[in-house]
DNA sequence: CAAATGCCCTACGCCTGCGTAGGGTCACGG
DNA sequence: CCGTGACCCTACGCAGGCGTAGGGCATTTG
């Protein structure tokens, strides 16, 4: 780990372990330096300051997250079978929930999250569509229950995962 | 607001109001102090340290939560009249967020909230049964759909309500 | 009224984080 | 082989939070 140069991306790659793993708090200069084996030095050489670095990282998370819903808007495939899984997609998401937690405390952040929560709905409702189901209330529940079940503490991952799927077959059943 | 005893309850409001407003990064001694025109003087008289008003401040949540879903299940009411007064109620619940937020940077908040959630969840799942509706996934799913509600950005707050409505009709619709 | 107790203020030493100044080291191209 | 630029280290001053010591005011109690 130790004597190796460092670039922008794996500050970057630290910020969101340390997010993850201990909230917005610890993304300090001096505290990711430690984790990284390096000195702030290396720090304010590829960021102005501790604000420049939360917006490269938040502009980095959006970026991810504008891409993955372009990849699977581009999906030709059934519309049942896309609903499946972009609700399931939700899982691999251990971020998603730490930047939900960091926005509380950042209104720049809470911006970005309201956006893409924004258009994710917008998909999900439009693909709801597609599949026969027409009321947009019901879209917002289960864009709603994903939100809650990365949110929720891992009582148990497959109940979670069986929750959302049954959650659509009852939708899809009414139709 | 100035020259006034303070009580231990005082400061806990206190740091709730920060909490909410500025997350858990504000639960602070000096910070609390200017909020309330005191010093923090007054604060470690009340509290041996910042580690137990945090405990205070859980348990204070805690409590208020038990006793919330105690009065809720003694409410002598059609079952599903229930069901739809329980799953309303998370809408004032302003700080229930924030402390899932707060749950993230501390262990023994998580687990408390992993407590209540459990409890929660578990009242949930019998109101159900006692609807007609037997799957307990179900439960788990309109549980996360109502915390994906409240930790989701304001994005209309009549929405979330019509969201949820929406997904209790048709859960019940289909027994 | 006097004394004791509850509650608060001030001032201090310590630690941690911020951002900067100035210098060091290593990898290149010339 | 030398310089140049990218990258990192060290050391500093400043700010703010922690917890404590010791004293001050006010309200209750005898």
Redesign the pocket.
């Given at each position: 780990m130790?004597?190796?140069?460092?670039?922008k991306d794996?500050w970057i790659a630290a910020g969101f372990h340390a997010l993850i793993d201990h909230g917005p708090a610890a993304?300090?200069?001096?505290?990711?330096?430690?984790t990284l084996?390096?000195?702030?030095?290396?720090?304010?050489?590829?960021f102005?300051?501790?604000?420049a670095?939360h917006t490269h990282m938040l502009t980095h998370w959006e970026q991810q997250a504008l891409n993955g819903l372009v990849a699977e808007i581009e999906t030709k495939d059934t519309a049942v079978a896309t609903l499946q899984r972009f609700v399931q997609s939700s899982k691999g998401n251990t971020n998603s929930a730490a930047v939900r937690a960091w926005a509380r405390t950042d209104t720049s952040v809470a911006k970005a999250v309201a956006h893409i929560d924004k258009a994710r709905l917008k998909y999900l409702t439009t693909l709801l569509k597609r599949c026969g189901v027409g009321n947009p209330d019901l879209a917002c529940a289960l864009y709603a229950a994903m939100v809650g079940i990365e949110t929720l503490p891992d009582n148990d991952e497959t109940l979670g995962k069986n929750a959302l799927t049954s959650l659509v077959d009852l939708i899809l059943a009414l139709r």
């Open positions: 130790k004597n190796k140069r460092l670039s794996d993304l300090k200069a001096e505290a990711l330096a430690r084996d390096t000195t702030k030095g290396s720090f304010y050489w590829h102005k300051d501790v604000p670095f």
